[in-house]
């Protein structure tokens, strides 16, 4: 994939012509008709549910080039948000597009469905304190003597409810996802999901990255069929392992914001805002890492 020039780091944008209809930890979202909005992600970082003040640069288009690549690779799988338009035909001043460089796209509006679906290969994370604990995540029983980062006989699908603001989704099984959205949407999203697991795996495998988890969301359209929307396969959204410094029973390193969490944790910070500022260095290791992901998953 072509790399475009770096643009300054961008922590929130400011469009003049277009109503901002929401602002989440990283994207910002504009209305742009009654069928269409544009999405921005910007550099903003956050870590333990909290927007830190400095941003990464390059981090917003390096998101959404991934996302976009995956949404292309994966439209045999699964319908997704991409319109039709241009950024051009929607924001019209030209400085205000080179605020958005690289990071924006203009999507359709869809029915948000309120599920976190999330895939795991791999024992990491919560998945792995949920196992340690009760030998099972969401409801899914695993063989018993697996350690941390190993590999799952087959991937699942465990999702999570989606929490308000500033709260921590919530693992569950498949049947509190059945009575949130029903039985058939649920049953399609989990077969989606793995499909898209599956097929990025191997993808992203043979560029000697293992995509250990991943989580999609899901919307409807005006036709009631299940399109993926929001980010897809992103350092963000996913937890991205080097194949050649993976061993199983020790946390691996990742291509995401590692060195920032490790950073924060050695401070006498109590995890709520406001976050303190980052080292130059620090988010220079993180800017890096993002478009080291980029590079290999689009090469």
Not at 63 to 85: C, D, E, M, R, Y
Not at 258 to 268: G, I, K, M, N, S
């Amino acid at each position: 994939m072509q790399q475009s020039p770096p643009s300054p780091p961008l922590f929130e944008s400011h469009l003049r012509g277009l109503r901002k209809i929401h602002q989440g930890k990283v994207r910002d979202i504009y209305e742009v008709d009654a069928d269409h909005l544009l999405i921005v992600t910007t550099d903003r970082l956050s870590a333990f549910d909290v927007v830190l003040p400095d941003p990464v640069p390059d981090k917003g288009a390096v998101l959404n080039g991934i996302s976009a690549f995956w949404f292309a690779k994966t439209a045999h799988i699964v319908p997704n948000q991409l319109s039709h338009l241009r950024i051009e035909d929607v924001v019209h001043d030209a400085d205000e597009r080179l605020q958005l460089a690289d990071r924006a796209m203009v999507v359709k509006r869809l029915d948000a469905l309120p599920v976190e679906a999330v895939v795991r290969g791999y024992l990491i994370g919560s998945g792995y304190r949920d196992y340690a604990a009760r030998g099972a995540v969401c409801g899914i029983r695993l063989p018993p003597g697996l350690r941390i980062a190993d590999q799952l006989p087959e991937p699942i699908f465990t999702p999570a409810s989606k929490a308000p603001a500033g709260k921590h989704d919530e693992n569950v099984d498949f049947d509190t996802i059945v009575r949130e959205i029903g039985g058939d949407h649920a049953a399609e999203i989990r077969r989606i999901s793995l499909e898209i697991y599956r097929f990025a795996a191997v993808h992203a495998r043979a560029r000697n990255i293992i995509i250990a988890d991943t989580k999609f969301e899901f919307g409807l359209d005006r036709g009631g069929r299940i399109t993926l929307i929001d980010e897809v396969l992103t350092p963000d959204s996913s937890r991205f392992w080097p194949v050649e410094s993976y061993r199983p029973g020790i946390n691996p390193p990742s291509f995401d914001k590692q060195f920032v969490r490790d950073y924060l944790e050695e401070l006498h910070w109590d995890k709520k805002p406001p976050a303190p500022h980052l080292p130059a260095e620090i988010l220079a290791r993180t800017g890096a890492k993002y478009r080291q992901a980029l590079a290999l998953l689009t090469a």
